[in-house]
């Protein structure tokens, strides 16, 4: 069985591009998180969807940020304008039951130069 | 106050012997209580979840949870080098529903 899987593993752009991070979770895990690593930093939570809406988006940083899950099955995270703080690893998790055992991608390394 | 602690200074401890973590938490409320292994450039890979006092065993892996004293520890018995990697702790609160992270413990198990 696949695991979830992220695209792409590591991006670089310049300050006020965009980005587009993708996230396939595990076949039929209707919950899909979305975390970041900020270097230095301890991870920490986006948001969560269950199927193809939005459960808690309370993490997201600000209107830069925007994340879909058409369909409920991929997720996508698009970061427009980048600024240089949005630098970090952006890791996307699914889990059959909501906050039971979370199975993580190897995570999507953006730097913004 | 961090939701999450773990002294984050790196653990060196020589093969063979026992490696102790440890994590603590704020929220009083939280009920469910998680170890993950993250090997350098990999994902994070739950290793352990506890949710009642007491201790937990499996395999070579022990967590300890205390909520009256609010932290929960992972003992790794017979360290390997292949354990050698960075152990996070996480916390499920009940209140904002949230999986908070700490920062993590790096080991390194000497050969």
């Known amino acids: 069985e696949a695991g979830v899987t992220q695209f792409p593993s590591h991006s670089v752009i310049e300050k006020g591009q965009t980005v587009t991070l993708r996230c396939d979770p595990i076949?039929?895990?209707?919950?899909l998180y979305w975390y970041r690593r900020v270097m230095g930093k301890e991870i920490k939570f986006l948001l969560h969807?269950?199927?193809?809406?939005?459960?808690?988006e309370s993490g997201m940083p600000n209107n830069r940020f925007l994340a879909e899950r058409t369909g409920g099955t991929y997720s996508t995270l698009k970061v427009q304008p980048a600024e240089l703080e949005d630098s970090g690893v952006y890791f996307c998790?699914?889990?059959?039951?909501?906050?039971?055992?979370?199975?993580f991608g190897e995570g999507s390394r953006l730097t913004v130069l | 106050q961090k939701e999450v602690e773990q002294n984050s200074g790196p653990l060196s401890v020589p093969e063979g012997a026992i490696a102790s973590l440890n994590c603590t938490y704020s929220?009083?409320?939280?009920?469910?209580f998680f170890w993950y292994r993250q090997y350098s450039g990999k994902s994070p890979e739950l290793i352990m979840s506890?949710?009642?006092?007491g201790d937990k065993e499996d395999g070579r892996f022990t967590a300890q949870l205390n909520k009256a004293s609010q932290y929960v520890s992972l003992l790794i018995r017979d360290s390997q080098p292949s354990d050698s990697a960075t152990y996070l702790c996480?916390?499920?609160?009940?209140?904002?529903?949230?999986?908070?992270f700490g920062k993590g413990n790096q080991v390194v198990v000497i050969p």
């Open positions: 998790a699914s889990s059959q039951v909501a906050f039971g055992e979370l199975f």
């Open positions: 076949s039929g895990h209707d919950n």
């Open positions: 969807f269950v199927k193809e809406s939005k459960q808690d």
């Open positions: 929220d009083r409320g939280s009920q469910s």
């Open positions: 506890i949710y009642s006092n």
């Open positions: 996480a916390v499920l609160s009940y209140g904002n529903n949230r999986l908070a």
